[in-house]
């Protein structure tokens, strides 16, 4: 069928293997890391290390299926597109794409709280409570201002996150040579915890460093051969993000006592100072918040033109689609994400925050991974990659793994927010119109 060949678009094709590696590095190598280090040695002690590597084969076997939708459907427009093909429901694709929304806004809150703790601390001395929404105004500020400059934003501060996360494995290499560091620490575990309730319940937040690939799929009309270049760069991105949380879950455990690591606010910033190589808190902390900043930013643009999008396909209130007269920036949809966002840094904390965005996507990626069983009879009039059917079955059975290990807590206000969405659309249909904005 026409609508679905590789070469019909109206989107120059100017996104290279390289730069389609380095979106999706960008996406998911940073900011979990940066905050949940200390959350993760909590839950596993100096076995930090297992949950980061289950989490990655998790994240692969979900990541499969993208790949197959992305380039049989290389005009589709990500999961929700994906549902309403498999499964023909308008309801289904807006709970998909709503799900999508509320991880992102979560997403923003939880990194919020990351930013204004301990890296913070070595500059100022705030309370959480006011400067974490201080802090997603200036985001929405920047966000409103116009996308060409968060993007311009986001390039100089993705090197600077990723530049921190090589400089906390060089340091502990540095240490480790010179004699420091214990083995035995790699498989202590928390007082009273087994091995696999810490693998397990550390995979939890793990997963959370490395959400973000999925974004890529929104990317798939202007990339060059993505039949050929998308498997290989969405792999190879989740395989650089793995052997570096690896590395890093590995090198916090050689040199941290865990119990001086568990629930840190600041967890890379003491692996840093514990190797004694010398690096000035002030510098590691303003690489951190960068990175923590940076991921916020991410989060937001997504989220306040995911809600833009929903509206103008009728499935979100009309009013989202308002847009500033010279900026052409979604204002309103930006102002709601945001006062969410904050509201949201108020009622939990970084772990709980964590997980309901863990159990958000899941309910994505539940959606993706049936998807693609559904939609193998499905045939198309070009060559794409084709995941061997077994992987969306085991991706499905991690989904339902990971969806097990969810306390009551986060259960009820992920179901809350997919509720207020519910009530959304159900007033959406009675008072507005399901069918696509026309634009003149």
């Not at 087994?194 to 319940?201: D, E, F, K, R, T």
């Not at 306040?304 to 396909?313: F, I, K, Q, T, V």
């Not at 991974?369 to 991690?398: E, I, Q, Y």
Request: aromatic letters at 8%; one cysteine or more.
């Amino acid at each position: 069928m026409a609508v679905d060949s590789v070469d019909s678009t109206r989107l120059a094709r100017r996104i290279t293997p390289w730069l389609l590696f380095l979106f999706i590095l960008g996406d998911v190598l940073g900011a979990g890391v940066y905050a949940l280090t200390g959350e993760l040695s909590q839950r596993s002690g100096g076995l930090m290390w297992a949950p980061l590597v289950l989490a990655l084969v998790m994240a692969l076997l979900t990541a499969a299926s993208y790949a197959e939708l992305v380039t049989k459907y290389p005009k589709a427009g990500g999961a929700a597109v994906f549902a309403q093909r498999a499964f023909k429901r308008p309801v289904v694709s807006f709970v998909v794409g709503f799900s999508m929304l509320a991880a992102g806004v979560t997403s923003a809150a939880g990194l919020a709280i990351a930013f204004t703790g301990d890296y913070l601390g070595v500059f100022l001395d705030v309370p959480a409570a006011l400067a974490a929404p201080v802090f997603l105004v200036l985001l929405a500020l920047l966000n409103a201002r116009g996308i060409r400059e968060s993007v311009r934003s986001n390039v100089a501060m993705t090197i600077i996150e990723v530049s921190g996360l090589v400089l906390v494995v060089v340091v502990v290499g540095i240490a480790v040579a010179g004699g420091a560091g214990e083995a035995s620490r790699l498989t202590d575990l928390p007082p009273g915890t087994g091995a696999g309730s810490a693998v397990l319940g550390g995979a939890l937040l793990a997963f959370y460093s490395f959400v973000g690939f999925e974004v890529s799929a929104n990317v798939a009309e202007e990339v060059q051969d993505v039949s050929r270049v998308y498997p290989r760069a969405l792999f190879a991105a989740l395989g650089v993000a793995g052997v570096v949380y690896a590395l890093i879950g590995l090198g916090s455990a050689l040199v941290v006592p865990t119990g001086d690591l568990a629930g840190s606010e600041s967890p890379l910033l003491d692996v840093v100072r514990t190797t004694g190589v010398g690096v000035p808190d002030w510098a590691f902390s303003a690489v951190a918040l960068v990175a923590v900043a940076n991921g916020a930013l991410l989060t937001m643009i997504m989220a306040s033109r995911l809600a833009y999008g929903m509206a103008d396909e009728g499935l979100l209130p009309a009013a989202l689609t308002a847009v500033l007269p010279q900026r052409r920036t979604p204002w309103l949809a930006i102002v709601v994400t945001t006062a969410v966002a904050a509201a949201l840094t108020l009622v939990g904390d970084l772990g709980m925050l964590a997980e309901t965005v863990v159990l958000l996507l899941l309910v994505v990626f539940v959606s993706t991974n049936l998807a693609v069983l559904v939609l193998r009879k499905d045939r198309v009039g070009h060559a794409h990659f084709r995941t061997p059917r077994v992987l969306p079955v085991l991706a499905l059975v991690t989904c339902g793994v990971l969806l097990s290990q969810q306390s009551l807590q986060v259960w009820l206000l992920g179901l809350g927010m997919l509720l207020l969405g519910a009530v959304l659309y159900l007033l959406t249909v009675r008072f507005g119109s399901l069918t696509p904005r026309r634009h003149t």
